[in-house]
């Protein structure tokens, strides 16, 4: 469960989820619209708040993103020299 589907079940605004645990209500809106992944000590805030409905695993892997098999590949350039990607991303 996502924490805005959360939210939504439980008819709780962001900013009293965010009073609720002592965090900014900014924070706490980027991560419910996925603006944004939060600390692992934050994730497990949320997650002990929630009585581990929302799960530190899902918002930080991306919890139904991560189940779509959605994955993401490194583009090599044609000539397929690993040495000259280095060079430009150190650069």
Sequence with gaps: ???LDYLKERQER???FAGRIGEPVS???K???RQR???LPLAVKIERA???LV???DMLLGGDDHESGDTISPTVPSSGNVNQISA???A
């Design 50 to 52: 929630t009585d581990g």
């Design 31 to 33: 991560i419910a619209y």
């Design 27 to 29: 924070t706490i809106q």
């Design 14 to 16: 962001v900013g009293h």
């Design 55 to 57: 799960t530190a695993a």
């Design 1 to 3: 469960m996502t924490l």
């Design 37 to 39: 992944q939060p600390s």
């Design 88 to 90: 430009s991303v150190l």
